[in-house]
């Protein structure tokens, strides 16, 4: 049951200083440290820094506490998983917005402001549309709509600022300053919400695990489930602590590079698939560097092709998909079974899959578009497509080669792209193949092109538009056409539409352009979006060449005779 305290004081984590929240509830005012509440009087249930604390308005339940029996059986550990990704806006932020938000209100804020891309936002914006009170949320300018669309939902107000994430978390901050805006993000009161992930173990019976496995990113979810561990065993509720384990990414593990120098570590830059723990500076590092001391506890990385594994088995195996942070403390059981094996650990699945699709996406072979015939769907299933599609989830491009049965005609298109890509004295990579293989699938045989590019030139000015000249077959007879365009691509294909308009009135309405291996420029991969003028009818054409202008002549072209078909059907 929970229960408002008035009685607590707040603390710096590094000097124990006195912090007053009505002068800050981020940082110690003595030395910029981070802060902890300390309550009076120790409590069996749990303790909140609140006067009047609301009902939880968004939660139907707890987050579920799950045994992992196939996972279990297979690693010959007792695998067990906390369902954090039950929760409202599918992340374990909502304990911590919970009472972010009330905290906020309590302090007579005018509104909730805070730098995020992802979870933090969606939660903190559904937590302040539910309780009434506004809230801006600072991103870089390139963050895409996607990312922010959670947030966007909850009436959030989106300021885009230009520049990376640290300009736009130092403008924040500076944002809150200048009037009477609560600063929210992980700080001391997220970590009063956090905490209750511990009590409702324990009311789950969860208080006999040896072991339990966090994702840590900035350190404030680990601190505040060892402190709601710690209050446990105060209040007599417990009578020991699990050995708490953090585990990062490689190429962002700033937390577990610190642990073992016992300093705070600040990365220029970390990358990895694993978003929602990429964080260069851990603002609560000493924190999990005490729960780690108090509990006899371990810090692990894993890689990320481990990470994409992981997420894969989850999934499989028991069903959770989860983002790709809630992979991390399997992954690091299956590098450590010589300390595992036997022992009781639990996996704290902090997120669901469904807000980081992208990782998915861009880790799978996409699965061609077939023509509508048993033929091509048995010739399909037995090309061993299928199967390369599930081998590769998870592998280095590096050390996985594609082997496909084509039938004929597919292996002939095949092979002139490879006659073409080789005469421009190009090698493609494992990679590239395989993209090019799926390319390939796609192509529909019985198409009739109305037209055929024999040649094209391209004049650049140092000013004004390009200039695109363009030698078509068109119906059999030789036609030179030109045009101008913003860009070579634009001119060339302004150029080819001043013919084929009299057959098919094309417009682009989008035009993508994938570089595969920048180092090389071996394969581009060209896919254009056309629309018929005055109609909603829409096709979409992808070609490759290791030359951009190549491929964007050859994917319109193709479009056209998809459009022409679709059109007679």
Partial sequence: MAQESPGYELRCVANNHLNSERETTTYCTECGSVLRVIYENSSPDIQYPLKNIQPEPLKTGVSSLKELPRLSETYGVDLWAKLEFEHPTGCFKDRGSYIEVQKAMELGADAICLASTGNMAASVAAYASYFKIPCFVFVPEKTTDAKIAQATIYDANIIRIKGDFSACEALCRKFAKSGNYYLAGDYVFREEGQKSFSYELIEQQGNDFDYVFIPVGCGTNFGAIHKGFKELKAAGKINRIPHLVAIQPEQSSPVVEGIFKKEK???????????????????????????????????????????????????????????????????????????????????????????????????????????????????????????????????????????????????????????????????????????????????????????????????????GLVHATAKLILDGEKVTTEAKGVGPVDAILTAIKSETDNILNLEVKNHEVEILSPDTDSLVVVTLTLGEINTDHEWVSKAASPDTLEAAVQAFTKGLAIALKGTEA
């Avoid at 022992?343 to 699945?349: G, H």
């Avoid at 077939?370 to 592998?395: A, C, H, R």
């Fill in 265 to 463: 570590i600040i990365k220029k830059q970390v990358n990895t698939m694993a978003q929602s723990v990429a964080a260069s500076d851990p603002v609560d590092f000493e924190k999990v560097l005490i729960g780690i001391q108090d509990t006899d506890g371990q810090a692990f990385t894993v890689s990320e092709n481990e990470i994409l594994q992981s997420l894969k088995e989850m999934a499989v195996e028991e069903g959770h998909f989860t983002e790709p942070a809630s992979s991390l403390p399997l992954a690091a059981v299956k590098n450590n079974l010589d300390q595992f094996t036997g022992k009781k650990c639990l996996l704290v699945l902090t997120g669901a899959g469904l807000k980081d699709t992208i990782v998915v996406a861009k880790h799978s072979l996409s699965s061609p578009v077939l023509s509508p015939s048993i033929e091509k769907v048995t010739n399909y299933i037995n090309s061993g497509y299928i199967d390369m599609q599930k081998q590769s989830w998870g592998k280095s491009r590096d050390t996985f080669i594609p082997n496909l049965k084509m039938d004929a005609d597919h292996e002939q298109i095949y092979n002139q792209y490879l006659e073409s890509i080789n005469k421009k004295g190009k090698t493609l990579s494992n990679k590239e193949i395989e993209v090019l293989q799926s390319l390939v699938f796609n192509e529909e045989l019985d198409l009739e092109y109305p037209v055929e590019v024999a040649d094209y030139k391209i004049t650049m000015h140092k000013h």
